[in-house]
C-alpha cells in the first residue's frame, strides 16, 4: 500500500470510492463535495491510499484548523490498516503538540461504532456532542505526541 497527497488524476477514484460509502456521510451533497475536493488537493489536504495502483482509501482535512474531514476505506480493503495508516500520514504534516478534532456518530449510534474504536485506539479522546447536517454527532480530539 502506498500513501501520499492526492492529485486530480485521483479524483474520479475517489468519487466511486465515495459513491460506495455515502450513506454514511448524512448531508453530503455530491456536487459541493466534489469542489472541496479539488480546493483540498490544491492545498494538499487530500490523501489518498493506493494498491498496485487501485485507490482503496481517501482521507481529507484542514490543514487550518486541523480537522479530519473525512475518511473512508474500500469495503474490501477494511481491518488492513488502511485508515490508521492515513491518520498517521496525515498528522506527519503537522508539529508535535497540534491538537486535531475529528467528528463522527454518537456513542449510541451504530453508523459509527467501526469509526469510533479507530479513532479511540489511535488516541482520539471523546469531547463535546454536536449537531451537524440536523444529525447528532460527537467531536474527537487528538493532540500530536
Not at 45 to 50: D, I, Q, R, S
Not at 63 to 84: C, D, I, N, W
Not at 104 to 109: A, C, G, K, M, N
Request: hydrophobic share 40%; charged share 30%.
Amino acid at each position: 500500500m502506498k500513501i501520499g497527497l492526492a492529485q486530480n488524476n485521483d479524483i474520479d477514484g475517489w468519487i466511486k470510492l465515495l459513491e460506495l460509502v455515502k450513506d454514511n456521510f448524512p448531508g453530503l451533497d455530491m456536487d459541493e463535495y466534489k469542489k472541496g475536493l479539488s480546493i483540498r488537493i490544491l492545498e494538499q489536504g487530500a490523501l489518498v491510499a493506493k494498491e498496485n495502483g487501485v485507490l482503496i482509501g481517501a482521507l481529507l482535512f484542514s490543514r487550518e484548523s486541523k480537522e479530519l474531514e473525512f475518511l473512508a476505506v474500500h469495503p474490501q480493503y477494511r481491518r488492513l490498516g488502511t485508515a490508521t495508516a492515513l491518520i498517521r500520514h496525515m498528522f506527519a504534516f503537522f508539529p508535535k503538540g497540534s491538537c486535531f478534532t475529528v467528528i463522527t456518530y454518537r456513542e449510541d449510534d451504530p453508523k459509527g461504532k467501526a469509526a469510533r474504536e479507530l479513532y479511540k485506539r489511535i488516541g482520539f479522546t471523546p469531547g463535546e456532542l454536536i449537531i451537524v447536517f440536523d444529525y447528532p454527532c460527537k467531536k474527537f480530539i487528538y493532540i500530536n505526541e
